[in-house]
C-alpha cells in the first residue's frame, strides 16, 4: 500500500504536465469575479490553495479519502478541507461560483455521476474548469518499452480509468453542462534530468501493481539510456474542458 505521502510526490509529478494548461483554464474561468471556489478529488491540496489566492472569496477542497485529506489540512491549516462521498459533495444546491477537478474523473467510480454532483453544487452560470484528464490510449513513445498498455492496465488495476480523457465530452454533456471550450492537449515534456526522475517516480508508484521491481528496473534503464542518446520521445494526450452550469 503507498503510503499518502508518496502519493502527493506522485500527484506533484503530473501537476507539472499541466502548468501551462492550468494557467489558460483558469485565467479563461474568470477567477478573479468569483465569490468562493471548489476543488473536487484535491488530494494533498496545493490546487486548492493556488484557487483560493485566486478568487475573490474563499476556495475549499473536498475528497473520500481521510489519510490524505489529514495531509491536506496539515499543509494548508487556514483552508477548509471536507470529506466527500463517492456520488455525493456535502455542499448546498448552487454553492460555488467556480468548481474544478484535477486528474480526478478517472478515478470516480461513476463519473457521470460526480459531474452532475458538480453541476448541482455550481451557482447558474457558474463555471466548470477539468483540468486535466489523461488517456493512456493515446500515449506515444519511441523507443516502444510498452508503457501504454502497461500503464493502462496498472491503472485499471488499481480502479482508475485509463481511457478518462477521450469520454470527457461524452460525460459533460450526459451530466448535463454547456461546453465552453475543451481540448486535448499534451504537457511539454523535458529531458532535463529533474523532469526524468519525475516521470520515473510517477511510473514506479503506477506501475507497482503489474512489473517486479527487477522488470520495472529494465524498462526504466532503457528508458533512461534513450533519454540521454536523445531518441526518447513521449506523448501523454491530457483532456480538458471549460463548461458553464
Ligand atoms: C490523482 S488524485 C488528484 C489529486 C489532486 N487533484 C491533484 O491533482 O494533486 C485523485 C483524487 O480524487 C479523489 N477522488 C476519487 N473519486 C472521488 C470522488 N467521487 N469525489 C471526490 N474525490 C474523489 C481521490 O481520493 C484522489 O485524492
Avoid at 26 to 48: F, H, K, M, P, R
Avoid at 56 to 61: I, Q, T
Avoid at 167 to 180: D, F, S, T
Avoid at 217 to 240: C, D, N, Q, S, Y
Wanted: with cysteine; proline share 5%.
Amino acid at each position: 500500500m503507498t503510503a499518502p505521502a508518496d502519493q502527493l510526490r506522485y500527484y506533484r509529478a503530473q501537476a507539472g504536465w499541466t502548468e501551462a494548461l492550468r494557467a489558460y483554464a483558469l485565467g479563461q474561468s474568470q477567477l478573479a469575479t468569483c465569490d468562493n471556489a471548489l476543488e473536487v478529488g484535491c488530494g494533498g491540496g496545493w490546487l486548492t490553495a493556488d484557487l483560493a489566492a485566486k478568487v475573490r472569496g474563499r476556495a475549499v477542497g473536498c475528497d473520500i479519502d481521510e489519510a490524505t485529506l489529514a495531509l491536506a489540512r496539515e499543509a494548508y491549516p487556514t483552508l477548509s478541507f471536507d470529506l466527500s462521498e463517492p456520488a455525493r459533495l456535502p455542499y448546498a444546491d448552487a454553492a460555488f461560483d467556480f468548481v474544478c477537478c484535477h486528474f480526478t474523473l478517472l478515478w470516480a467510480v461513476d463519473p457521470v455521476a460526480l459531474l452532475g454532483e458538480m453541476r448541482r453544487v455550481c451557482a447558474p452560470g457558474g463555471r466548470l474548469a477539468v483540468l486535466a484528464e489523461p488517456d493512456w490510449g493515446g500515449f506515444v513513445e519511441w523507443p516502444d518499452l510498452n508503457l501504454r498498455d502497461l500503464v493502462a492496465t496498472a491503472l485499471a488495476m488499481r480502479g482508475a480509468d485509463p481511457l478518462a480523457g477521450r469520454k470527457l465530452r461524452a460525460h459533460l454533456v450526459a451530466a448535463g453542462w454547456e461546453i465552453e471550450e475543451l481540448g486535448l492537449t499534451a504537457g511539454p515534456w523535458s529531458a532535463s534530468p529533474a523532469a526524468i526522475d519525475a516521470a520515473w517516480d510517477h511510473h514506479r508508484w503506477t506501475l507497482a501493481g503489474v512489473l517486479d521491481e527487477r522488470r520495472l528496473r529494465v524498462i526504466e534503464t532503457k528508458a533512461r539510456r534513450a533519454w540521454e542518446g536523445g531518441a526518447r520521445l513521449v506523448h501523454l494526450p491530457l483532456a480538458w474542458a471549460i463548461a458553464r452550469r
